[in-house]
């Protein structure tokens, strides 16, 4: 008997059968629906954090920070690597990465261990969300099929706003800080068994190499900016904000540059001639950021990080 030609959207890897897939689908938004959770649940633990670790307004900021910092400069060349080396291979070590870093976490004792462990968790992050949106259209080639797989992975990466502070609440309530983090475990270790057994490998064949010089100059150049962002209201427009700042952005134009001339871009910047991608890109930026601004000023750690800066040192939020 005759076998089946292999799937060139998956790189050789047949797709699964219709109904193996709705629950390949529940994995990958398990996924996403834990790091949602976690980039929003801080906003509720930081009070508590600053009691039990006795850190500084600038170690707070930063135990919430390095975890976008890494996110946002690792995002882009991890995806390219993904199709490359294998989308479902790739995955795995993000959420390896992200569930031992969240079980560590939990059990730090310091600030800066936090500081440090919240980096590795969002390099962990930066890997599991464009893996999980480039299985897609492997999983679900038809395009109805792949609007709803789009659409639930899309709530479960949402549901992160509302129900991450809410669950730190409950959290710092009835345990110890540490739960905030140690909770990731089990999530995390229901996604790898999911993702092992029920999403098949998928790469892109026609990625021949990576592009190592564009991923460092989009790494670099992203984290430059971020972080000169990040510093700019504690450290003002000095030389800690301006180097880093100005140093990001002319290596997001050697960035872009670059792309231009490369044969196997990290993006490909046609795609900014679709009107249509191309504000949807931008309303999507500026969605992100009202978002989290309007939750920094409503939650718990925005009024007690307002409040320390009025009252003597010293003075914290405990329970």
């Known amino acids: 008997m005759p076998q089946k030609a292999p799937d060139p959207r998956t790189g050789g890897t047949p797709a699964p059968r219709t109904h193996a897939r709705w629950w390949a689908l529940a994995a990958l938004a398990l996924s996403v629906l834990v790091v949602g959770l976690d980039s929003f649940v801080l906003y509720t633990a930081l009070p508590t954090l600053s009691s039990a670790l006795h850190a500084s307004t600038s170690q707070l900021q930063w135990i919430q920070s390095a975890y976008t910092l890494a996110w946002a400069g690792l995002l882009l060349p991890i995806g390219k690597l993904g199709d490359r080396v294998g989308r479902r291979r790739i995955l795995l070590g993000g959420l390896l990465v992200f569930g031992v870093s969240s079980v560590t976490a939990s059990q730090v004792t310091t600030a800066g261990a936090l500081i440090a462990m919240r980096a590795v968790m969002g390099a962990g992050a930066a890997v599991i969300m464009p893996m999980v949106m480039a299985m897609l259209p492997s999983l679900f080639p038809e395009p109805a099929a792949r609007r709803k797989a789009v659409s639930a992975v899309t709530v479960g990466a949402v549901l992160g706003l509302p ?8 959290l710092l309530t009835a345990f110890s800080w540490g739960a905030v983090f140690l909770i990731n475990g089990p999530v995390v270790l229901l996604s790898l068994i999911g993702v092992a057994v029920l999403v098949p490998e998928s790469r892109d064949p026609a990625v021949s190499r990576q592009d190592w010089p564009g991923a460092l100059l989009s790494a670099t150049g992203v984290m430059g900016v971020v972080y000169g962002i990040i510093e700019q209201p504690t450290e003002g427009w000095g030389g800690r904000t301006l180097v880093p700042l100005t140093g990001g952005l ?10 231009r001339r490369s044969s196997t871009p990290l993006v490909d910047l046609r795609l900014f001639g679709n009107r249509t991608f191309t504000w949807g890109t931008v309303a999507f930026a500026v969605i992100s950021f009202a978002q989290a601004g309007i939750l920094f000023v409503v939650s718990p750690s925005s009024r007690w990080s307002r409040a320390t800066t009025r009252r003597a040192p010293g003075y914290g939020c405990c329970r």
Request: proline content about 6%.
């Open 250 to 259: 002319l290596l997001v134009v050697a960035f872009l540059l670059h792309q």
């Open 163 to 170: 129900l991450g502070p809410l669950l730190a609440g409950w």
